[in-house]
């Protein structure tokens, strides 16, 4: 049977410890008490239309809905060591929202969370809007679509990552990462990518200085660049470049097909590169 707890405000510390198999609805997680871990060790329960502004909320829950809430500034670390969860219409800003969890679902949310998803598995993000600094450090096996997000260093030392028809604004991406695909996307941001393994892009604009540096198995295809100079210094590349490049400098091996390029850098390198820069021939119609 399902217990109802609705329309109650909370302070005191684990005001709701260890419930299970419940629904919280038109709840408020506030007050003098300044009780800390108000759901923890939940087990089985929704979360709807409720506020918290209280820290760490809901640690160590699992199998977990929480819908069209919010969590201020004072909800510090909302989530931890989380799994079987799905997060949905939600408004979220403490600090450091998820960490250590697994198969978590985010869905049509704000959040605006420094730290976000540090060391998690099995993560999957859609239609939500993210600002966060070292977004997904160290997670792994992460689904993304339609996520506007922006915050420096993001996405590194991540593994088994995908991305689609998203905009990111962010600086020194996905260094360090592994095994990642973005599609459809674009991509905003100084030094992106440098030291990753596995990376691709698909129909993707990349746009900033000093991209794609240092990798290994790189490949675009069917990409465009924008202020892109010094491009690929000491990286394993095969990319397919639509448009312009406005230079690239000393790439390690491989093959980089533009139209044009403004400048090729072949100097100063300490190690050997033979990567290829080929300009292409647009074929003339009657």
């Not at 949310?109 to 809007?129: A, L, Q, Y």
């Not at 160290?138 to 990552?161: A, H, P, W």
């Not at 905003?188 to 990376?199: A, I, P, R, V």
Request: include cysteine; aromatic fraction near 10%; charged fraction near 25%.
């Amino acid at each position: 049977m399902i217990k109802i707890f609705s329309g109650q405000i909370y302070d005191e510390e684990r005001s709701l410890y260890n419930l299970k198999d419940a629904e919280v609805l038109n709840c408020k997680f506030e007050g003098p008490a300044d009780g800390e871990s108000v759901l923890k060790e939940c087990r089985n329960f929704s979360v709807n239309k409720c506020s918290f502004s209280l820290r760490y909320p809901m640690w160590h829950a699992k199998k977990f809905l929480l819908k069209n809430s919010s969590m201020d500034d004072k909800a510090r670390a909302p989530l931890w060591y989380c799994s079987d969860g799905k997060i949905s219409d939600c408004d979220i800003q403490g600090i450091k929202c998820l960490r250590e969890c697994k198969n978590i679902s985010v869905e049509g949310c704000h959040i605006v969370s420094p730290e976000f998803g540090w060391r998690c598995k099995g993560v999957k993000i859609t239609n939500s809007s993210i600002d966060s600094m070292y977004f997904l450090f160290e997670s792994r096996d992460v689904e993304i679509e339609n996520l506007t997000m922006t915050g420096k260093y993001s996405f590194q030392y991540m593994k088994n990552l995908s991305i689609k028809n998203s905009n990111l604004d962010t600086k020194d991406a996905f260094w360090h990462s592994k095994n990642i695909v973005v599609e459809n996307s674009i991509v905003k941001g100084e030094y992106l990518g440098w030291f990753s393994e596995n990376l691709t892009f698909v129909n993707c604009k990349i746009i900033g200085t000093q991209p794609l540096c240092y990798c290994k198995n790189l490949k675009l295809i069917n990409c465009t660049m924008e202020k892109t100079d010094l491009s690929f210094e000491y990286s394993e590349v095969e990319a397919d470049i639509k448009g312009r490049i406005d230079s690239v400098k000393n790439p390690k091996s491989g093959i980089i097909i533009a139209d044009s390029v403004g400048k090729i850098i072949s100097e100063d390198a300490i190690m050997k590169c033979q990567g290829q820069v080929l300009i292409r021939k647009n074929k003339k119609t009657a």
